[in-house]
């Protein structure tokens, strides 16, 4: 039996994957609700393909728990945010969810660490909690550190066909975990020990954030002297061996904005293009905010009380709000005794969590006089007409009706 701790956006559909393919699977997870709600056979958020998959694992057998289970494989999906002073990781959830892993394991149990850690977060912070907890790590307890690497929007799909990474102490553990994961695991599967591991998965959403960042860059250069930054990439991107990503209002969700300050807080004299790249996507919103100024002036508009923004998430068809460029344009708004003026609408955010939020498109856009496209949500697209009449600054590159403004 596999318990799989943490339930949230990765714990979840990773728990179902396993009991959708024969694996007898418990979730546990220390949230009641979010329990109950699981056990009445609900999903807590919305991806494609989620549900679907809920179906089949139920008919496989899945349990939802508060309780930690007695088993010889443990996998933690807890959350691993960073400390906002320091920048250093926060291992509070996972070395909780460690010691509760101790009271009740066997001796010879696997213990797998999905979370995202930095480099080094095993050695300092989970073995002394096994060690002090009575077991012999290699012997009694075996660890693994195993990131995934799905993104929100597609989840389901990349569990399957993504390749992954394992890492273990001993690589006949890291064997045993790898065929455990194939059972759904199409993708090819690379054992290796835990610090590499560990590390490779922090590069690889620090490289995104790097690439982001030039995007961005580039955005802010051509926008100075007028060029056209969507086109300029875009040829670029014919060369072979280029491949720019896309400016935007900023980098957000719980990971490409968090990772990056892991390798800055632990090594901030050698960090420094990372640094650098992380303040660049931090200075987006506040970009974004300075555009609207201008377009409002350009086009005649006086008044922020008709000015709205579209989408709430961090990005497209996600119901992720955590991080969001939006969120943090309305704090910085506020900040500024702006706030709460402008109108805000998410399709995908059926919570109130900001003043003046609408529930409804055309409600919505009956009150604003300029549209600021925020993210690029499929319903925004498929109904682009009707911002026909509207002034719009797109921070996304989506909207082709004459006369829109762009980053
Ligand atoms: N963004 C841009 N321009 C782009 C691409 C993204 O501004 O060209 C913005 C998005 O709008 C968003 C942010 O960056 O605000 C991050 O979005 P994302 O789609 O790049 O990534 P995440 O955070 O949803 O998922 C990432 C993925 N990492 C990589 O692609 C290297 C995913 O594979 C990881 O599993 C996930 O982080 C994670 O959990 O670490």
Redesign the pocket.
Known sequence: MINIIGLG??GLPTALMFASHGCEVVGTDYNHELVATLNAGHATFEEKGLDELFEKALAGGIRFSTEYQKTDLYIIAVPTPYDNDSKKIDPSYMVSAVKSVMEVCPKGAVLVIES?ISPGTIDKFVRPVVTEAGFTIGEDLHLVHA???????NMVY?LEY?SRTIGADDPAVGEKVKEAYATFCKGEIVVTDIRTAEMT?VV??T??DI??AF??ELAKICRSDNMDVYEIIRIANKHPRVNI?????????????V?PWFLVGDYPMLAKLILCARTT?DSMPDFVLERIRTVMKEEGLTDLTRVGFYGLT???N?DDVR???TLQMLESMERHLAGGLVKVYDPWVKRDLVPNQYHNFDAFLNDVDMVVIL?GHSELREHMEKLQDKVVLDTRHICFLPGTHRL
């Open positions: 956006y990765i995202t990131p995934e690497r799905i993104i929100p929007g990349e993504n998965k690889e959403n490289f995104r690439n982001i995007a961005n990503l896309s400016p935007g209002p900023g980098v957000g969700g719980h990971c490409i904005s990772d996507n961090y990005k497209e996600v991080e969001s460029p993210v």
